[in-house]
Nanobody
Framework: VQLQASGGGLVQTGGSLSISCAVS????????MAWFRQAPGEEREFVAA???????YYADSAKGRFTISRDNAKNTMYLQMNSLKPDDTAVYYC??????????????????WGQGTLVTVSS
């Protein structure tokens, strides 16, 4: 399984950005997808996840500002980010897996990772 994240870039505070993740290769029939992010010197943290059914999960920092979605026919996931803040600056990684509920927000819940795309929010 290969994951390719794209769409990162530089945006001003309060701006919007959409990033995407395309999945290729052999995938299980029912898998979850997620976004994590990692700022310099920080641990990788959960942003949002979406089940194959479309059920979504968000970190508190993302609720109300970010929207995760997926197109199962295209094996592609999206993250629409609005009202961006400098604290959102990080490398954003996409991941796929079949985590149980208690692992949906944990990196160990996912077995496949993309290379990351950098999002920079200027103040």
């Amino acid at each position: 399984v290969q994951l390719q994240a794209s769409g990162g870039g530089l945006v001003q505070t309060g701006g919007s950005l959409s990033i995407s993740c395309a999945v290729s290769g052999r995938t299980p029939g029912n898998y979850a997808m997620a976004w994590f992010r990692q700022a310099p010197g920080e641990e990788r943290e959960f942003v949002a996840a979406i089940r194959y059914s479309g059920h979504t999960y968000y970190a508190d920092s993302a609720k109300g500002r970010f929207t995760i979605s997926r197109d199962n026919a295209k094996n592609t996931m999206y993250l629409q980010m609005n009202s961006l803040k400098p604290d959102d600056t990080a490398v954003y990684y996409c991941a796929t897996g079949s985590p149980i509920l208690s692992m949906i927000r944990v990196p160990r819940g996912y077995g496949n990772w993309g290379q990351g795309t950098l999002v920079t929010v200027s103040s």
